[in-house]
């Protein structure tokens, strides 16, 4: 059977599917990595959930594809990858509508204030009184960043709100319903809500600046369900703290797992541990994805999703 270099753990439907078509070989678990390289040499694809540098690239050299798991591909060096020629798949489009409904349930979440709300009643403090009023999204505008196949889930769900939806991006799109902005911080300026989801990449490092979070002001609020490099962290925490900027929901973070832990403690702030796509359904379809890129390139056939 053909080889595979299978980077880190993937889902066990997952692999049983590649096992299926491939001899799978685990690199994570090889106590001698230059011995696995060496057995590898002509390993022709690669499955990974786990990025994929120039360094791995070049020790196995009869590589022709790497099939990612999850649709950013920014912890894959594509530009190492088109040098040697190597073909990098992702899984675009079956993690939409996951990823879009946990951006709303955060949304959700930080406007009724459904988390302190929660810990009020097992305080007890409901026996001594009502919980405070709350914002509500129905009327509310929200400007996405990045309409992209993620961006138009969400904007189709906060239109079900009764939210106004507005845009940015880097071009307009001439046949969506929703206004653009081409300027991201007019776009703040004149939204309740940003919701962020655009690929981590440098052209969208710190996009969300300090500028563009005090133009959102103290009644807005940021949810980021694309990378935590999109927003400039540490000016976030200092502008959730002095009120500039009303709250944040978020389930990316630059240096995840890790944050800052003064975000733990903010009752303007919800945080979620990168469950974007973290559904069993969600999840098998992309793992799904991921072996039929890999069966169409041993095949011959034109890969499915291919991002390079
Ligand atoms: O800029 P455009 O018109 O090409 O729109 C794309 C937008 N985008 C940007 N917007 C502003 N400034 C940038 N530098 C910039 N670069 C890209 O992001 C497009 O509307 C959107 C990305 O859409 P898709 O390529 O369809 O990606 P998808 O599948 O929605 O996923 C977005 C990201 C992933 O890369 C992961 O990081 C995360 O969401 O799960």
Not at 21 to 45: C, H, I, P, S
Not at 194 to 204: E, K, L, Q, Y
Request: charged share 20%.
């Amino acid at each position: 059977m053909e080889d595979l270099v299978l980077h880190g753990p993937m889902l066990a439907s997952t692999v049983e599917a590649l096992e299926k078509a491939f001899t799978v070989n685990r690199l994570w678990e090889a106590g001698d990595k230059d011995a696995f390289y060496a057995a590898n040499a002509g390993t022709r694809f690669a499955a990974t959930g786990h990025g994929f540098t120039a360094e791995m690239m070049d020790k196995l050299p009869a590589l022709e594809v790497i099939s990612s798991f999850g649709v950013g591909t920014d912890s894959i060096d594509l530009k190492a990858a088109k040098e040697r020629n190597i073909r990098v798949t992702n899984t675009p489009d079956v993690l939409n509508d996951a990823v879009a409904e946990l951006a709303v349930g955060l949304m959700l979440t930080l406007c009724r204030r459904i988390v302190p709300a929660h810990q009020y009643i097992k305080d007890g403090k409901w026996l001594d009184g009502a919980y405070p009023l709350t914002g509500e999204l129905t009327g509310a505008k929200v400007g996405i960043i990045g309409l992209g196949r993620i961006g138009k889930e969400i904007a189709n769900r906060c239109q079900a709100f009764k939210m106004q939806v507005v845009y940015h991006g880097r071009r307009e799109q001439k046949f969506q319903p929703y206004p653009y902005y081409a300027d991201l911080e007019a776009m703040a300026r004149d939204v309740d809500w940003i919701i962020a989801v655009v690929p981590g990449d440098p052209s969208t490092a710190g996009l969300v600046s300090e500028s563009v979070m005090k133009a959102l002001g103290p009644n807005g609020a940021i949810v980021n369900v694309g990378r935590g490099s999109l927003i400039d962290e540490p000016a976030m925490i200092r502008l959730l703290k002095s009120g500039e900027l009303g709250g944040a929901a978020l389930d990316v973070f630059a240096e995840e797992p890790k944050m800052s832990e003064e975000l733990w403690n903010m009752d303007n702030v919800v945080l979620s541990p990168h469950q974007g796509s973290a559904t069993h359904k969600t999840r098998w379809a992309m793992g799904d994805l991921v072996v039929r890129n890999l069966l169409a390139a041993k095949a011959g056939d034109p890969l499915i999703s291919p991002v390079v």
